[in-house]
């Protein structure tokens, strides 16, 4: 196998290339590629200055992911940056693209910088549950200061280069176009200079009050990880005194730690289960694409809305078509106050409210989707209407116009059936707030067609959801799994557990809310018939009550007015009197652990059930689903990840035990344990 580092010679500067594509990962070749042309420029008497610089479309973008966890070979990371910092002559690293993780290290064991203005630096190893474990920690508070080392290993977001550079870690911005030509320049202006500016040789000082206060105002986004605190933790130690040496040992202690936990693997395996889920099982990678120019949505809801934003903001045209004036108005005034809100923080300039909104057409005319390349109804979830709907889009619709249904639990078959174009129907079921979720399931039917898959999971990424493909199945597959949950909840309050309790150990666990402050969110009337003398369980009789949740004030909860919630009496009443009328046994004391086992395990079950049945391609996608659509901790990789690290046998156990059915596949695992696909 050829080198993926070679070796150019410009007079006295030495430009050492890398050339591994996609990103210029420092695997194992690369490491030993560039540790021989570092000896090689300083062995040749006839060099002054080295280059370091990476064809294609980045400079390198970190450490080898696929590396991890197995055998070490080559010279390590440290032991390469090491070597490049310690040069007698000087290395130049020469930037574009994203210079993350290892790439950044490497950039800081340089003895200079220079970078054109649309490249980014980052440590984003807190993302993968980890820290720079290549010097970074030690080097970057250095060259950067305490404040901002902290801020991009503990939270993990690049900067751009002319941040980096007013910061100390880019000593030129230099031209987009000639990135090797003013680099090599820049080379022999400083190919004299001594000594050499060694970023270890510098000192860091840390102000303690900066430090508590930034743990302080992140405590909410950290919680639950154990990353982003061993980062700021080595951030510290690079400016307590203590020598580069020992906080590089503690670094690699630290690093080391990281690597082997459970947080860290949740999070590599997050990594590529994100990038896995666009592919489409059965479907070339270059199916020939439907375009999309132009987007037609049924229903100016909150659903509506919301969906329409994610387009605006990627630049595509929306019609959006209601039944009545008012609903229409209202509909685009939430539209624009969120983008003004938006523009209110600063993350959009007014222009840019303008040209979104510019961009979308309300209409009461439904014949004005004729032209759309894709419209998506977004109305009540009853199929009398959808059917009603998707006959008139079928009617007037331009041949080729895909048509998709925000359905979130109904039969996308049945949908597709009444029109004369199935294979042009498929599922893209949003999740509320639909601006803001990340996750996209696409609902591929039994006649859906390849390419019209493939364009919307291609259109996904253009308005930068993470989507999955689902089948069709009752509620696909986040609320097919979300309902077991809220079944065995309820069971548990009759049990004797509380609202308060339930949702303590699921917030516990990791997630944003629990069962019933999820339902009071999303509203406790949703799905409910209606019908107040109907009362045939404590859902029921909250509904009846208008205990509809936060928006009446009142749910599993009660309410202030600025929405805090608090234990409800009328609900503990509710549920004794429920309690007394069915003859369930007396109230008893639930362990938190029961809670666990009675709530997620046949959560867990039910997405194996789900992969079963076929309706997700690979149970990667279903942790995906979790982590995006509901907020699953991500350190906790997802249910099916989580299953597995639970370790199958207990869950199948605790299933029986609570009288549950173990999905097959479970108790296949039992046997011979690994992880389930
Ligand atoms: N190692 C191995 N493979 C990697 C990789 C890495 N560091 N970074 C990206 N890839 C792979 C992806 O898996 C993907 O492979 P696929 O095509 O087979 O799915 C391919 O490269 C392209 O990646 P993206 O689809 O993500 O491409 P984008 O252009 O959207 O994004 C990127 C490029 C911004 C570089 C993004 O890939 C990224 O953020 N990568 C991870 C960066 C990172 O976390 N670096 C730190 C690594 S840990 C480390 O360095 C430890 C050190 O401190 C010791």
């Known amino acids: 196998m050829p080198s993926p580092i070679r070796t150019e010679r410009h007079g006295d500067v030495l430009v050492i290339v890398s050339d591994n594509p996609p990103v210029n990962a420092l695997g194992a070749a690369v490491r030993e590629g ?19 610089r990476c064809d294609g479309r980045t400079f390198f973008a970190g450490a080898d992911i696929t590396e991890f966890g197995k055998p070490p070979a080559g010279p390590m990371l440290p032991t390469v940056v090491d ?40 440590t984003p190893e807190v993302k993968l549950g980890l820290l720079p474990g290549a010097g970074g920690t030690q080097r970057l508070p250095r060259l950067a200061g305490v404040p901002l080392a902290m801020e991009m290993t503990a939270l993990g977001d690049p900067i751009a280069a002319g941040k980096a550079a007013d910061a100390g870690l880019i000593d030129r911005i230099v031209g987009e176009d000639s990135l090797e030509a003013d680099a090599i320049a820049y080379a ?53 005194g203590s020598s580069f040496a020992d906080g590089v040992a503690f670094e690699r202690r630290s690093f080391a730690g990281l690597m082997a936990g459970t947080q860290s693997a949740a999070q590599r395996h997050l990594f590529f289960a994100e990038r896995q889920a666009g592919r489409i099982d059965g479907i070339p990678a270059d199916t020939a694409l439907r375009p999309v120019a132009s987007v037609g949505i049924v229903g100016a809801g909150t659903m509506g809305g ?26 685009i005034g939430t539209v624009r106050g969120n983008y003004e809100a938006t523009a209110a923080k600063g993350r959009m300039r007014p222009e840019q409210v303008e040209a979104a909104m510019g961009a979308l057409t309300p209409t009461l005319d439904f014949g004005a989707l004729a032209g759309c390349d894709l419209v998506i109804e977004a109305v009540y979830e009853t199929m009398e209407v959808k059917k009603d709907i998707f006959t008139r889009l079928d009617a007037i619709c331009k041949s080729g116009t895909i048509l998709a249904s925000n359905t979130s639990y109904l039969d996308v078959d049945e949908i597709a059936a009444c029109t004369k174009r199935p294979q042009d129907v498929l599922g893209m079921h949003f999740f509320s707030p639909a601006n803001v979720m990340k996750l996209l399931e696409v609902v591929r039917g039994a006649r859906t067609a390849p390419d019209v898959l493939a364009t919307v999971m291609a259109l996904a990424r253009r308005i930068r959801k993470v989507a999955v493909v689902a089948g069709v199945t009752h509620g696909f597959i986040g609320n097919r799994m979300l309902m077991p949950r809220q079944v065995e909840a309820m069971k548990l309050l009759m049990e004797g557990a509380t609202p308060e309790q339930v949702d303590r150990v699921h917030v516990a666990f990791g997630m944003p809310m629990g069962p019933f402050q999820m339902s009071d969110l999303a509203g406790v009337d949703i799905g409910w018939h209606r019908d107040p003398a109907r009362i045939e369980n404590i859902r029921d009789a909250l509904a009846a009550e208008g205990r509809w949740g936060q928006k009446t004030g009142a749910g599993f909860y009660d309410y202030d007015a600025r929405r805090q919630p608090s234990p409800s009496p009328r609900v503990a009443e509710i549920v004794e009197d429920f309690r007394g009328r069915s003859g369930a046994p007396a109230p008893r004391d639930i362990s938190d652990q029961e809670i666990v086992e009675r709530t997620l395990y046949p959560l867990v079950n039910e997405g194996a059930l789900i992969l079963e049945g076929g309706f997700a391609q ?24 989580w299953g597995e690290s639970e370790g199958w046998d207990r869950i199948v156990a605790g299933l029986e035990k609570h009288g549950f059915e173990p999905a097959g596949s479970l108790r296949a695992k039992v046997k011979a344990p690994g992880a389930i696909h």
């Open 34 to 52: 560039l540790d021989a042309a570092i000896r090689q420029g300083v062995a040749d008497a006839s060099i002054a200055a080295m280059v370091i």
């Open 83 to 122: 070597t490049i910092e310690a040069s007698s002559k000087p290395v130049v690293a020469a930037i574009h693209g994203t210079a993350l993780g290892g790439g950044c290290e490497v950039a800081l064991g340089c003895h200079y910088r220079v970078a054109v203005p649309s490249a980014k630096l980052g």
């Open 188 to 240: 022999r202006e400083i190919a004299g200079k001594r000594p050499l500016p060694r970023a270890s040789e510098r000192q860091a000082r840390a102000d303690p009050d900066a430090v508590a206060a930034f743990r302080k105002v992140n405590a909410r986004r950290f919680r639950g990880f154990e990353a982003p605190e061993a980062n700021v933790a080595c951030i510290e130690k690079a400016a307590d």
């Open 306 to 331: 919301g969906i329409a934003m994610n387009f605006l903001s990627a630049g595509i045209p929306v019609t959006i078509v209601e039944m009545r004036q008012d609903a229409l108005d209202r509909g």
């Open 618 to 641: 690979r149970a990667s996608d279903i942790d995906v689903v979790w982590i995006y659509g509901y907020g699953w901790p991500v350190y906790r990789g997802g249910p099916m990840f």
